[in-house]
């Protein structure tokens, strides 16, 4: 079974803070993808990042960056510098090469609040 | 309209009455699915559709039925709901059923009073 676990629930910051977010997660699967979404009050999510199992390189893209550790299961996100428009929950999710179906395996989210 | 967009935004129903979500993408997308958002709980995947076929049913009360009837549009008919099923509906798309990124709508908030 799959499990993606995001143990913060809560993160509250001052902007221009640093923020990371930590993701943990459990496969079988040999080949897998991560995903970050990010769920403003709005409702809807909004895709962030995907990477692949066989792609370690961490990446960045503009105030976002992603750590990936395959040794430890992880896919942690920070945020640089940030601002109130951060102010979200964010999800992390897991899908696993199937036959069909393209199954997401959500983290609880953690939710960020950036204060003035 | 671009994305995926969701009708209505906000729904107040009671438990004996007869509504109907409406999910369509604007990707050119062959996949979509409905997910259940409650407070609680992790995001749930409910059904998934590959070329109007279902290919996922995850366990999901007959109360809730969705219909495909092409690779753009996608519905939730909804009847004699309880108050538990009050949650955040949410439909995505992707190109395909296979492991792709998903982009999600807006949601509808559903209340079941």
């Known amino acids: 079974a799959q499990k993606v676990t995001q143990a913060q629930t809560e993160i509250s910051v001052v902007e221009k803070e640093d923020v990371t977010l930590d993701c943990v997660y459990e496969?079988?699967?040999?080949?897998?993808?991560l995903f970050w979404y990010k769920q403003p009050p709005s409702g809807e999510l909004v895709f962030l990042i995907r990477?692949?199992?066989?792609?370690?390189q961490n990446e960045i893209s503009g105030r976002y960056s992603w750590n990936f550790q395959k040794s430890t299961s992880s896919f942690n996100f920070t945020i640089t510098a940030s601002q109130v428009v951060d102010s979200a929950v964010y999800f992390c999710?897991?899908?696993?090469?199937?036959?069909?179906?393209?199954?997401?395996?959500f983290g609880g989210g953690t939710r960020v609040l950036v204060k003035p | 309209e671009t994305g995926v967009t969701q009708t209505p935004r906000h729904l107040v129903m009671g438990m004996t009455n007869k509504k109907s979500l409406k999910c369509e993408q604007h990707?050119?997308?062959?996949?979509m699915y409905w997910y259940k958002q409650s407070a609680k709980k992790p995001l749930e995947l409910m059904f998934v559709?590959?070329?109007?076929?279902?290919?996922e049913n995850n366990s999901v009360p007959s109360r809730f039925s969705p219909e495909c009837p092409n690779s753009s549009h996608l519905f939730l008919h909804l009847h004699t709901l309880q108050p538990e099923d009050s949650a955040l509906y949410l439909c995505?798309?992707?190109?395909?059923?296979?492991?792709?990124?998903?982009?999600f709508g807006p949601g509808t908030r559903l209340l079941v009073l």
């Open positions: 995505a798309s992707s190109p395909t059923d296979r492991e792709e990124t998903q982009y």
């Open positions: 496969t079988r699967d040999t080949t897998y993808y």
């Open positions: 990477r692949n199992s066989f792609d370690e």
């Open positions: 999710a897991l899908s696993s090469f199937k036959a069909a179906g393209n199954k997401l395996t």
């Open positions: 990707l050119g997308h062959n996949a």
């Open positions: 559709y590959s070329l109007e076929e279902r290919v």
